[in-house]
């Protein structure tokens, strides 16, 4: 408050489910105005951290839910309803202190995993972005930092946003950023509010000197006339702006585009524009999440195989020294 010293402050029983908030159907238009005028603050109950497999080994508890950003396919929107700022959760004490003895008990790692050979990964951004939430608050600096005197263990994320704050906190390799990359002209119309591509490839060399582990995350590959063409620019881009040294610790995931029906219904009210890429009922089916449990719209099996394939090949080719670490 002492920060924001006019903003009105509201008391809520609960920061997950606020009607007037989330449950407002006629707030929708006003989506990116919410993401700008509305901070809740709220305590995060269920500590605990969730085993889970190809980016992280466990899945931390979210320090933050909800984002300034508004990509149209984000998923954590999915759960939120009419509305989806930031919610930062205050008792970050708590949180940090439920990782540091779950990390502890795993005790050394002894097979290599897909997440990593060495350490034990822990997601911390599946409901946030954590770049957004380092300008909220101390959070995520608290986090890269805890990590850091973590023998056994690391972290990572994915992020849209080139927050050169970050660049200042002490992470000792034990933190690994994953800039999320797709076609700059694609980029335009569904990353809303995020940073450029061009300045997320830019920004990697920095943070592989500032002592981060930087992967990169082609997600979601949304499929339209051309993608290969698109990607291959994409994949020129980054060969011509990577360090060595940023090449070779390159590691990549690739995640195809899912969707629902309910965030295309909420969509169409503030973003209709980026329907026309998202949606695709021509070449997309139904299938239930393996993460979420949700029911989701995904490309068509057979098709979707052919895509990944064509998309690891492409990456061989232009990239041949960044590990795939999985593509689905
Ligand atoms: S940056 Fe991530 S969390 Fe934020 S809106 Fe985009 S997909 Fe959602």
């Given at each position: 408050?002492?920060?924001?010293?006019d903003?009105?402050?509201?008391?809520?029983?609960?920061?997950?489910?606020?009607?007037e908030?989330?449950?407002?159907?006629?707030?929708?238009?006003r989506?990116?105005?919410?993401?700008?005028?509305?901070?809740?603050?709220?305590?995060?109950k269920?500590?605990?951290?969730?085993?889970?497999y190809?980016?992280?080994?466990?899945?931390?508890?979210?320090?933050?839910?909800?984002?300034a950003?508004?990509?149209?396919?984000?998923?954590?929107?999915?759960?939120?309803g009419?509305a989806?700022?930031?919610?930062?959760?205050?008792?970050?004490?708590d949180i940090?202190g439920?990782?540091?003895?779950?990390?502890?008990?795993?005790?050394?790692?002894?097979?290599?995993?897909l997440?990593?050979?060495?350490h034990?990964v822990?997601?911390?951004g599946?409901?946030?972005?954590?770049?957004?939430?380092?300008?909220?608050?101390?959070?995520?600096?608290?986090?890269?930092?805890?990590?850091?005197?973590?023998p056994?263990?690391?972290a990572?994320?994915a992020t849209?946003?080139?927050?050169?704050?970050?660049?200042?906190?002490?992470?000792?390799?034990?933190t690994?950023?994953r800039?999320?990359?797709?076609?700059?002209?694609?980029?335009k119309?569904?990353?809303?509010?995020?940073?450029?591509?061009?300045?997320r490839?830019?920004?990697?060399?920095?943070?592989?000197?500032?002592?981060?582990?930087?992967?990169?995350?082609?997600?979601?590959v949304?499929?339209?006339?051309?993608w290969q063409s698109?990607?291959?620019?994409?994949?020129?881009m980054?060969?011509?702006?990577?360090?060595?040294?940023?090449?070779?610790?390159?590691?990549?995931?690739?995640?195809?585009?899912?969707?629902?029906?309910e965030?295309?219904?909420?969509?169409?009210?503030?973003?209709?524009?980026g329907?026309r890429?998202l949606?695709?009922?021509d070449?997309?089916e139904?299938?239930t999440?393996?993460?979420?449990?949700?029911?989701?719209?995904?490309?068509?099996?057979?098709l979707?195989?052919?895509?990944?394939?064509?998309?690891?090949?492409?990456l061989?080719?232009?990239?041949p020294?960044?590990?795939?670490?999985?593509?689905?």
């Open positions: 408050m002492a920060r924001f010293s903003a009105r402050l509201i008391e809520v029983p609960s920061h997950w489910n606020i009607p908030l989330h449950g407002d159907q006629g707030s929708v238009g989506w990116n105005q919410t993401k700008r005028k509305v901070l809740v603050l709220g305590v995060k269920g500590l605990s951290c969730r085993p889970f190809r980016s992280c080994d466990f899945v931390a508890p979210s320090q933050a839910n909800g984002c950003m508004a990509c149209s396919y984000c998923y954590v929107a999915r759960r939120k009419y989806n700022p930031i919610t930062t959760f205050v008792n970050i004490d940090l439920s990782v540091e003895r779950h990390a502890s008990r795993q005790g050394i790692k002894l097979e290599p995993t997440a990593d050979r060495d034990w822990y997601e911390l599946t409901n946030s972005d954590l770049s957004v939430d380092a300008a909220v608050s101390d959070n995520a600096r608290d986090f890269v930092e805890l990590f850091g005197g973590l056994n263990a690391k990572t994320f849209k946003l080139v927050n050169r704050d970050l660049l200042d906190y002490d992470p000792r390799g034990k690994r950023v800039f999320s990359l797709m076609p700059p002209e694609t980029s119309l569904v990353d809303v509010r995020t940073s450029r591509v061009e300045d490839v830019l920004a990697i060399n920095d943070f592989v000197e500032a002592g981060y582990e930087v992967n990169v995350n082609f997600g979601p949304i499929v339209k006339d051309g698109d990607y291959v620019e994409l994949f020129e980054l060969d011509a702006a990577l360090s060595g040294a940023a090449k070779e610790q390159l590691a990549a995931e690739v995640i195809f585009l899912t969707h629902t029906e965030l295309h219904e909420v969509n169409l009210l503030w973003h209709p524009k329907e890429l949606w695709r009922p070449i997309q139904q299938k999440s393996q993460a979420s449990g949700d029911r989701v719209l995904r490309y068509e099996k057979g979707k195989r052919r895509l990944v394939r064509e998309f690891t090949d492409l061989n080719v232009w990239l020294y960044c590990e795939i670490r999985y593509a689905f």
